[in-house]
């Protein structure tokens, strides 16, 4: 899906798709956290309130920086990277429509929910009593499942998006669009032109709709 994309765009989305994992492994790691204290020149600062700080500003950042380079691709003239995709509804003679719902909105966002994000947020838990285990292996699985994004074609469901009013229209799982939900309010219809976020890699996937006007 992120093929050709930038290694910081593809790590903000990653962070704020996984951004619920993240919550329950720091809530439930709490009071361990709250009993740590890192001493510099013998001031005593405590653990949680850094992890907490850095932990609000990259995704404070990584919110910006998606939302603020989906603005700029709206914008951008590609010209024959173009692609024009006709959202009508065609009728049979009977009047019947044929291929009304031919693209889908936030698909699979449950089931990567529930089955990917939640869990990864909650194996290492069981695996170990120390914190230091546990954090190790919730690493190498975030690790893991990044790696598994930077190299797969499957849509990336992300949450914190959605709560911005940003959805992804799956259109015949082969084409992944990131548009604002005001665009979808009143059903998507006629000629739409969609920009690529990427224009080096021919396996690209993820586009927006080009701003109108």
Excluded at 51 to 61: A, D, G, K
Excluded at 75 to 86: A, C, P, Y
Excluded at 123 to 128: A, E, F, G, I, W
């Amino acid at each position: 899906m992120f093929f050709g994309t930038s290694f910081l765009f593809k790590v903000c989305y990653f962070w704020t798709a996984m951004l619920p994992a993240y919550i329950i492994f720091l809530s439930k790691k709490h009071d361990e956290l709250k009993l740590m204290c890192l001493s510099i020149f013998n001031i005593s600062f405590s653990i949680e309130a850094i992890v907490l700080l850095v932990f609000i500003i990259f995704t404070l950042f990584s919110l910006f920086y998606l939302l603020s380079k989906i603005k700029r691709t709206e914008e951008k003239k590609t010209g024959q990277l173009e692609i024009t995709i006709n959202f009508n509804v065609e009728k049979d003679k009977n009047g019947t429509v044929d291929n009304y719902g031919f693209y889908t909105v936030n698909p699979n966002l449950m089931e990567y929910l529930l089955s990917i994000v939640v869990t990864s947020g909650i194996t290492s838990l069981d695996l170990s009593q120390s914190l230091y285990i546990q954090l190790f292996i919730f690493v190498v699985v975030q690790i893991l499942l990044l790696l598994y994004v930077l190299n797969s074609s499957d849509p990336i469901p992300n949450l914190l998006l959605v709560l911005c009013r940003k959805d992804i229209v799956s259109v015949e799982d082969r084409l992944f669009i990131i548009c604002d939900r005001s665009i979808l309010k009143q059903r998507l219809y006629g000629l739409k032109k969609i920009i690529p976020f990427s224009s080096r890699d021919a396996r690209n996937r993820l586009f927006v709709f080009k701003k109108e006007g």
